[in-house]
């Protein structure tokens, strides 16, 4: 089991205790501290577990692939410090290898539920789960590190997380697609379920997508055919947590936008004619809205009526900002920022 960690030490505790209770013990337990500045270092060793400490900032791809490294086992379960697993997790793991020769890797799912009470984190907690979990069959194309295990092995044949991407943004998603792309079957199991503990701020929620965009959209560019139209784009569902749907909302969100900004550009001028942006703006959002229909409806079945005005209003917003962020990576790489 490798765990990489930057100051880590707010949620490491619960993460480690969840690990202690398994039915299973794990056989090891390998701590990848990248340069923290807190107590995690301290908080792995109170726990004695291994643990393998950077002079310097690596990068999430760096942490893991040093920690697949020192892994001695046939299987290496990846584990974020923010998750608290399920008791039984380490034998659940080791039975869908056991029962299905041809699963190399195996994929979890965020619980639909987490700790944090307000709504940014519950919104990004649940878009998560449930871009999972909409997946049709029991396979993916998604290797998430929250909670994924992959066959050494095939872990080794395939070379290991990108170390070329700095950030945690892509280099999960490019593994993932790299098992894929060469016929190795990912298990989905979505009642393998992780609670989150991360909390985001308003600003910190915008960075974050922000972010993850920007790297997609150079993913995407640098591999136009298997990524960016398969994967990314995915009009034929190929098994990614990635939608067509969110791919068009996007687009009618940055059309909303631009003839909301037209028409006051048109008023400042004096022009005329420009009278019916507006309104084609609002039927841009009600139609981007419209492309989350299933999303709002599993989310209402979840926590009720309540939480959809708030739910709506994250989703424009989140839209808005990967759209932002599609662009500006697009820029990037066009400019010879390829990571």
């Not at 989150?196 to 055919?225: C, E, N, P, V």
């Amino acid at each position: 089991m490798v765990i990489p960690a930057y100051n880590a030490e707010a949620t490491l505790i619960s993460c480690l205790y969840s690990l202690r209770k398994q039915t299973a013990k794990p056989s090891q337990i390998i701590l990848v501290d990248d340069c923290s500045t807190d107590r995690t270092a301290a908080i792995a060793s109170d726990a004695g577990i291994d643990i393998l400490s950077f002079s310097e900032r690596g990068g999430p791809a760096i942490a893991r692939n040093a920690g697949a490294e020192r892994a001695a086992g046939d299987i290496i379960l990846f584990l974020d410090a923010d998750v608290v697993v399920p008791v039984d997790l380490v034998e659940r793991i080791s039975d869908c290898f056991l029962s299905d020769s041809s699963t190399v890797a195996v994929q979890t799912v965020y619980s639909p539920y987490c700790p944090a009470e307000d709504i940014i984190s519950g919104y990004q907690n649940f878009y998560y789960y449930h871009s999972l979990t909409r997946i049709k069959g029991n396979s993916t194309a998604t290797f998430a590190t929250w909670c994924a295990a992959i066959l050494r092995d095939t872990f080794i044949e395939i070379g290991g997380f990108n170390t070329s991407i700095p950030e945690p943004t892509v280099e999960d998603e490019e593994l993932g697609y790299e098992i894929a792309d060469r016929g190795k079957k990912i298990a989905l199991v979505r009642d393998i379920q992780v609670t989150h503990l991360a909390s985001y701020t308003i600003s910190q929620f915008i960075r974050r997508r922000y972010r993850m965009a920007r790297a997609q959209a150079k993913s995407g560019w640098r591999s136009i055919k298997e990524r960016l139209l398969k994967r990314y784009i995915n009009i034929r569902e190929t098994g990614t947590h990635h939608s067509r749907w969110v791919v068009l909302s996007i687009l009618l969100v940055l059309g909303a936008g631009f003839l909301f900004a037209a028409f006051l550009v048109s008023k400042v001028l004096g022009l005329s004619g420009f009278l019916w942006f507006p309104v084609a703006a609002f039927a841009a959002i009600i139609l981007s809205l419209l492309c989350h229909i299933n999303f709002f409806r599993c989310a209402v079945s979840h926590f009720g009526m309540k939480i959809l005005p708030g739910y709506m209003l994250l989703c424009l917003l989140d839209m808005a900002i990967l759209g932002w962020g599609v662009i500006a990576g697009t820029v990037q790489f066009m400019t010879g920022k390829h990571y």
